[in-house]
């Protein structure tokens, strides 16, 4: 229950971790928040070579408006920072609603958003908000920076496009289209405990209230966030009533995600989960959709 | 194996120095090194609670953070919180007199964790302190005493 020996630098800028990172990528891990890592590091499943701390990066420690009613999140920014942030609440209200289900404060309070994303834990809320919102990801590396969409980072079980010589240093969130309404809901035994099922809904109404765009992207029912196109489909051209809400649970809980049973769950009471937690979730994006704006 | 650092902190006010492996867990750095026995260590991945600290004055799990990140900031453990050997914190108080804990164990890591959790909702329902308490495992209690002391004491800090 104690970590490996390990190398270890602290650097102060980015450009140093980058320049360690480009030097040494292959051995080196970066530690963020360490809420994932650390305990990996103490059960000995993870063993680096050289531990990169990139807690000194103030630089990376921020939330900011950008143009046209986006918002840029640094990867060292802490998830109760985001969470109590007045403007991630307005520009970016499902990420701000769904920090809360995210371990628990005194987690949140170290945890840092770009690490619990690059992490790519499928269990976690933030790699399904990345998914759901298209979360823009910026991944650089010495000299230079790419940016990639949250459909192509999480590539599989704790496995992202990151490559060894490169850091998640920004997430970029898109403006919500007018008339968005969002929910997101989970099951855990405790609160703060890894969720059985969770899934977020985003809906987009038109001026009569028919849906005109439909997202449901589920936690913890596969390798990766689990993105429900064909429900979200079957949504499109409805008015939300219940029938359609039970059509497109009954869609995504049956072919479109593929939990595995465990000590606490079966699958079936997963699938079953799953359609009971969308028609739950389908319905407060519904209400807070009219109730929006535009 | 000798690659150890100097770490330069402050602990419950006072001025810490110390050369460490960087592996080194901050919980043990505590315990084995300074001898500040009360920070427990339960679980060691996060999940019990029993070792929270005071990082900047915000709660966190001192064995997820390594000792060597301490460097230049401020921590404080449950034998920080009372103002001298003679006296309790007005939390620790409440929980003496509700009968907040059997065997202590898990009490150090609670009350480091209510204590800011009491500053920013100076009157929390029951249910807010359930779960302000979710992070932290108690094995004996069943939490009732626990919500009572913590409700009796948002009464007498207010």
């Not at chain 1, 990376?60 to 986006?70: I, K, N, Q, Y």
């Not at chain 2, 404080?76 to 001298?84: D, K, R």
């Not at chain 2, 003679?86 to 804990?101: R, S």
Request: glycine share 8%.
């Amino acid at each position: 229950m104690k970590p490996a020996a390990f190398d270890y630098v602290a650097p102060d800028s980015l450009e140093e971790v980058l320049a360690v990172l480009a030097e040494q990528g292959d051995d080196a891990k970066i530690l963020a928040g360490g809420q994932s890592l650390v305990p990996m590091m103490n059960f000995r499943l993870a063993q680096p070579t050289l531990l990169v701390d990139c807690n000194r990066l103030s630089e990376l420690d921020f939330v900011r408006a950008g143009e046209g009613g986006s918002l840029h999140i640094g990867a060292m920014t802490r998830q109760r920072r985001v969470e109590q942030d007045p403007l991630v609440a307005r520009r970016a209200p499902l990420m701000h609603g769904t920090l809360p289900y995210v371990a628990h404060p005194q987690i949140r309070n170290r945890g840092t958003v770009g690490g619990n994303l690059a992490h790519a834990d499928p269990a976690s809320e933030l790699p399904v908000i990345a998914l759901a919102r298209d979360f823009e990801m910026r991944l650089q590396r010495a000299g230079s920076e790419r940016r990639v969409a949250a459909k192509d980072f999480f590539i599989g079980l704790l496995e992202t496009a990151l490559e060894p010589e490169e850091m998640l240093t920004e997430i970029v969130i898109p403006p919500l289209a007018p008339r968005t309404g969002w929910g997101f809901t989970e099951f855990s035994r405790r609160h703060g405990d890894y969720a059985q099922v969770g899934v977020a809904a985003l809906v987009t109404l038109d001026a009569s209230d028919v849906c005109r765009q439909a997202r449901l992207v589920y936690l913890s029912v596969g390798e990766t966030p689990t993105d429900a196109p064909r429900a979200a489909q079957l949504l499109v051209g409805t008015s939300l009533d219940e029938e359609a809400m039970q059509a497109a649970a009954d869609m995504a809980a049956e072919h479109e995600i593929e939990p595995s049973g465990d000590i606490h769950a079966s699958e079936a009471y997963k699938r079953h989960l799953a359609r009971v937690l969308t028609v739950r979730v389908l319905r407060e994006a519904n209400e807070r959709a009219k109730q929006a704006g535009g | 194996m000798s690659n150890t650092r100097r770490l330069r902190t402050r602990v419950n006010g006072e001025r810490a120095e110390s050369e460490v492996e960087p592996r080194l867990l901050l919980s043990d750095y505590l315990r084995h090194e300074l001898g500040l026995t009360g920070t427990h260590v339960g679980c060691e991945h996060g999940v019990c609670g029993a070792c929270t600290v005071l990082f900047d004055g915000v709660p966190q799990r001192s064995c997820l953070i390594l000792a060597v990140q301490a460097e230049n900031h401020e921590i404080t453990t449950v034998e920080g919180l009372a103002s001298g050997p003679e006296e309790l914190h007005p939390l620790q108080q409440a929980f003496w007199e509700k009968h907040g804990l059997q065997c202590g164990f898990c009490t150090g890591g609670i009350l480091l964790t209510l204590i800011p959790f009491l500053e920013e909702n100076p009157d929390p329902s029951e249910d807010e302190v359930r779960l302000a308490l979710s992070g932290n495992l108690c094995r004996c209690t069943g939490y009732q005493h626990i919500v009572d002391s913590v409700l009796h004491a948002a009464e007498s800090m207010r």
